[in-house]
């Protein structure tokens, strides 16, 4: 190839991994409204206990804070993994990949794990309007959380075996960027469910 | 005893015989789509076209292809929802006083919903998708979308979707609670059979598929124009095809919540929408229509993409008021959020809620009116040429006019309140989606057929098909404003003879009657275009004198649409090349391709098992197809060749074969 076909090519590579990343964001940006739907409906069904426990009942804060700062640490980490691809250090890229997969199966463990708690003591998501709601808002980002570990795995696995290239970097960018979207959802959970929700109002 | 029947519960869900077809009308429905499938596939393998089928059309990931395919499942559900309306239409001229019909009152409601359900999801987005496919990469100069595997995955969905609700003919039934299925009535307590589900995981699985292409075809403007073609120099169309996929964007996740919501109400018991439990069913039909009123505009801003393009060509003058449009389509996209309440003023939200809704009805129907001035001053002093696209543009503004004064006459809460759920409603919507949409429709594929085929449509049967549908048309709704105003309410399946309504019911189907009847001349529209085709081959590539960048390619389109991509510094940039005769230069280069990918029509299969097992309650069947596309995704992964190259000398080996053959239909037709 001549050097001016050359450039030509790199630049529609580069156009075509620009695509995708942009692409990426608009699919956050629909996800980001699915999320908006659910926290609406928290927010009207939220008094809707029908003789059921409320939020202030049922919310065990110091938990929850756990879980948030496994899920914040685990950003970071996700942040170091952005960083070591950047220098192109793959040992360091699955090392801190690593890490971000444990915080996130910490968090999704002690996730369900107060789901279970919740279940037993018979407060289910039959219970009422407003626990319909809470199961669902919380148990749609722990969702996202399960695809995005199951993504992490696959990912760390192609890092792996294929070393870091332009296809695998531009794919650790949009698996970074998912998991800081999450990242900032699971804020607003905390903040509007939890924190609003132990309120006794 | 108990034991075989859990096991045969956990295998086979709600599955049994007493789920096929009851009465003869269903009967024959079912036995229409299963006869219809067994003529499909016979006809296929005795042509011996499998592989063909397999290899052009099933895996491609072309998107001019992909849009054929769209249109031709459009337009067999046209077939289907017409011929449901043909049923409603009978039965209401027929059950009056004491007689009752033909159709039982539950039947007739799952008609309905039927109805309302293909034309909207399968009819109009299905025609909006094609239509989009076929000439949006073409007239950015594009030779493909943003994410071409995607945008087969997105078909292989809407179809799944599609064969959901055929399928409820077959086996169950369907929704009885109308098209968008309001609770409590949808819930499990009062509609126990499959018919909610069938109507919640067809729509779901096309849904998803909708917003896929939404996102896909907003990266696809963005990212992919034409060296040049800055947003302001941008063919209208592709600017109402931004607004509207922008709505897709914001819209359809709400869509996929409110479904996803409902489906959890009816299979593990959580209380979002019910009567009791702590559940709102307001909250529903709230969040339904901050999905539906943008989807209103998602349908109709491509369809007035369709109007500008076809003005401005048949009236040989650029479009009027470029900028405004612009603005118009802007303004509509943002106002389409701040109105979903008129749906339901009669909710009781209260004066200042309903005033607020009330005024930006009334404000939307502003920028609709500049678009419908932009175009009358288009045609203003242009050298006008009444081919059929241009015909249809007629009987849209006429119809288009009327349904939309109706519109803002409810935009008044006081006014709504007399006449909501009438028929005077269902009249306005039908001439805003049929006169607004379904013409744009029409008229986009005669407009565009060359482009894609090679060869015109038949312009003397094109013009019957437009008498037929348009007169047949307004015989058909504007009886339904009368009715409306005499208190007749919209799903109505009998009415007391005192109420004299039984005339205006009758002039109604016959309406039904005219439209099909140009239905069927479409049909013979095709067949005889199809079999005149060697006599009607667009040789030029330029039809209608064409003005943007799809007409400066050869008619068929080759599957690499463009042999060099163009540079555009002009908003009709083809009418600014053929008068500086430029047009017909041919240069050449490198093209690269995405190649044929199975994976999709595999993720639209296992969303049809996915959507199967929903709806009958077999858990390990949706769990298993569930993973099962996980793992496609996966393997999908995996490749890292998606795409092939063709070098420049392939390009003009094909470019010279094209214009050989071209130059011998030339000579054989002189």
Redesign the interface.
Known sequence: MSET?QMIEQR?EH?AA???V??FW??L???C??FA??F??FS??RH???G?PNGHQLFDLPYTLGETFALLTSSFTCGLAMLAAQRRSKRAVLFWLGVTFLLGLTFLGMELNEFHGLIRAGDS??R???L??F??LVGTHGLHITFGL?WMA?LGV?TWKKGLTD?IRK?LTLLSLFWHFLDVIWIFIFTIVYLYGSLNV | MIAIHQFAFALLGKLSWSQLPQNNIERGGAAAIVLGLLLVIGTITYLKRWRWLWREWLTTQDPKRIGVMYIVVAFVMLLRGGGDAALLRTQQALSVGSSSGILSSNHFQQIVSAHGTIMIFFVAMGFMFGIINLVLPLQLGARDV??PFMNATSFWLFFVGMALVNGSLVIGNFTAAGWLSYPPLSELKFSPTVGVDYWIWALQIAGVGS?LS???F??TI???RAPGMTLMKMPMFAWSVLGSMSLV??A???L???L??LA?DRT?????F?S?????AM?YVN?IW?WGHPEVYILVLPAFGVWSEVVATFSRKHLFGYTSMVWAIAAIVLLSFTVWLHHFFTMGAGADVNAFFGIMTAVIAVPTGVKIFNWLFTMYRGRISFKTPMLWFIAFVVIFTIGGVAGVLMSVPAIDYQVHNSLFLVAHFHMMIVGGVVFADFAALTYWFPKIFGFRLHEGLGRLVYWFWGVGFIVAFVPLYILGFMGATRRLDHYSASLGWQPLFIVAGVGVALIGIGVAFQLLQLALSIWQRNQRRDLTGDPWNGRTLEWATPSPVPFYSFTKLPVVTDRDQFWADKESGKATRQEYE?I?LPKNSSLSVVIGGLAFLFGAGMVWHIYWLALLSLLGI?ATL?IR?MN?EPEYRMSARTVEKLEHARLRQLKEYEAYHQ
Do not use: C, Q
């Open positions: 076909a529609r156009e620009e695509k995708t942009f692409g608009v699919y940006m629909t996800d409204v699915l739907g659910l609406a409906v009207v069904l809707n206990t029908y059921g998501w039959r009422s309007g407003f319909s709601s199961f669902v199951l696959v192609y296809s794919r | 943003a994410f917003l939404g996102i896909n907003l990266v963005l990212k992919m964007a914001f359809f996740p709400m996929t919540v409110t996803a919501l959890l593990i018991g959580t209380h979002f019910t009791g439990g702590g559940g709102n909250m969040l901050a490198d690269v996980v996966i992964s890292d």
